[in-house]
């Protein structure tokens, strides 16, 4: 039961960050699941564990820039809620042992401020399961009082 080689992921990050600085930024909660397709059946997976690294710049236009933004995920940090089996067949799909992790690292970002959100359209290089493409992806930034909340989806 292979996921698919491009899984859904859906998240949303919460960063305690001034609105007005260039800071490193460290998530201060995270919620993200990896979705896919098998022969039997469609199937949803909780991101148990992410890690984060970079460097985000927001200025008064709320525009934000972002520099070195790597996101990395532990293939054992994916958890099925229909148990260990779905769990085991998961890491094996994304040959855990030999791949242990999972990153997306940023390599080139537009922002545009959208209503009272800033949309950024990223591209960066997805690496999995021995595995590496440019995948797109849209992130969705609105400022929470004080605190960045950043939802997408691909």
């Known amino acids: 039961m292979a996921p698919n080689r491009t899984p859904a992921l859906i998240f949303a990050v919460l960063l305690a960050l001034?609105?007005?600085?260039?800071?490193?930024?460290?998530?201060?909660?995270?919620?993200?699941?990896?979705?896919?397709?098998?022969?039997?059946?469609?199937?949803?997976?909780?991101?148990t564990q992410v890690d984060w690294t970079g460097v985000v710049a927001v200025n008064t236009d709320n525009q934000i820039a972002i520099n070195n933004v790597v996101i990395s995920i532990?293939?054992?940090?994916?958890?099925?809620?229909?148990?260990?089996?779905?769990?085991?067949?998961?890491?094996?799909?994304?040959n855990a042992e030999k791949n242990p992790i999972i990153t997306y690292k940023v390599t080139s970002h537009q922002s545009k401020v959208v209503g009272?959100?800033?949309?950024?359209?990223?591209?960066g290089s997805l690496s999995m399961a021995g595995v590496t493409k440019a995948i797109p992806l849209q992130v969705k930034v609105r400022n929470n009082n004080g605190q960045l909340v950043l939802t997408g989806s691909r």
């Open 74 to 94: 532990p293939v054992k940090s994916i958890k099925s809620t229909q148990g260990r089996i779905m769990d085991n067949k998961t890491w094996d799909a994304f």
């Open 18 to 47: 001034p609105t007005m600085a260039q800071v490193d930024y460290k998530p201060s909660a995270t919620k993200m699941t990896v979705s896919g397709t098998s022969t039997l059946h469609e199937w949803t997976s909780d991101v």
């Open 116 to 123: 009272n959100e800033t949309v950024i359209d990223a591209t």
